[in-house]
């Protein structure tokens, strides 16, 4: 995937600069997460992150990234990750992942959350409930003596035990001057095995959990991926340093979260 495999280890002073980045990704999910409501559709949502990330100094990362062509992935319900904001109108039940990137003073925040709509069935709550817990779990093995393996173990083997699938085709990553560097951060794999953590690393963490089989399927406009059997995906994602003292989760889920408590479209899992 990395043709580069050159890992970046970051100053502490240079993680505060990211640090600011990765915020605004939160804050930008807050934002849009204040218009999610059914009817509404994602090209709308897509609309007012462009508007909110350009007026906080920064650029849509994802715009133009590859020919990407929206500022937001917004993955409905089967949609597993990279759907493009369009006409699609999301409805009451609906769980939606929406994955922002900003590029502030030159550095890259990537981060990801999934809304559920009023009226989410039981089974798709648990999904994405069981899939943020796993995100936290996995942050947890981000310490100096651990390696990548260790991470991708205690999110596959969490997920698992719910009797859920773990998307093989995609990956976290790398994340810091680039959206993608190295090194990859798979969602499953052997403990004790990959490349040891070091200190300074930035990486991108994001479980992407399917509800049954983990097989997936690129749609023919070259970026949505969805299950296979159309069931249920749930997708979180975090930008993690590692430091002497433990991993420090640089984006934020809490001014999300706070939008969702007082919309009343929406469900806190
Ligand atoms: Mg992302
Ligand atoms: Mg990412």
């Known amino acids: 995937m990395f043709r580069n495999t050159m890992i970046h280890k970051r100053t502490a002073e240079e993680i505060e600069e990211y640090r600011l980045s990765s915020l605004l990704v939160g804050e930008t999910l807050s934002e849009v997460g204040k218009h999610i409501k059914p009817g509404v559709k994602t090209s709308m949502?897509?609309?007012?992150?462009?508007?909110?990330?350009r007026d906080n100094g920064a650029i849509p990362a994802f715009k133009g990234y590859n020919g990407f062509p929206a500022s937001l992935c917004i993955s409905i319900n089967e949609v597993v990750v990279h759907g493009i904001p369009g006409n699609r109108e999301i409805r009451e039940g609906d769980i939606v992942s929406i994955d922002c990137g900003t590029e502030l003073n030159g550095w890259i925040g990537d981060s990801a959350y999934t809304f559920a709509?009023?009226?989410v069935t039981q089974e798709a709550e648990d999904l994405i409930r069981v899939t943020k817990e796993s995100l936290i779990l996995g942050i947890d093995k981000c310490r100096l003596g651990n390696?990548?393996?260790?991470l991708s173990?205690?999110?596959?083997?969490?997920?698992?035990?719910?009797g859920y699938g773990v998307v093989r085709e995609l990956c976290g990553h790398g994340v810091g001057r680039k959206m993608h560097e190295n090194p990859e951060v798979p969602n499953y794999g052997r403990s004790g095995t990959g490349i040891k953590f070091l200190e300074g690393m930035i990486i991108a963490i994001e479980p992407m959990i399917t509800l049954k089989d983990k097989a997936v399927v690129f749609e023919n406009d070259g970026w949505t991926c969805r299950t296979r059997d159309f069931s249920y995906s749930a997708h979180f994602e975090h930008d993690v340093a590692i430091t002497k003292s433990g991993p420090i989760i640089l984006s934020s889920f809490e001014k999300i979260e706070n939008t969702i408590k007082q919309n009343n479209n929406l469900v806190l899992v």
Do not use: K, P
């Open 45 to 53: 949502l897509d609309r007012v992150a462009e508007e909110y990330i």
């Open 117 to 119: 709509l009023i009226g």
């Open 147 to 150: 390696r990548i393996g260790d």
């Open 153 to 162: 173990f205690q999110v596959q083997s969490y997920c698992e035990q719910h």
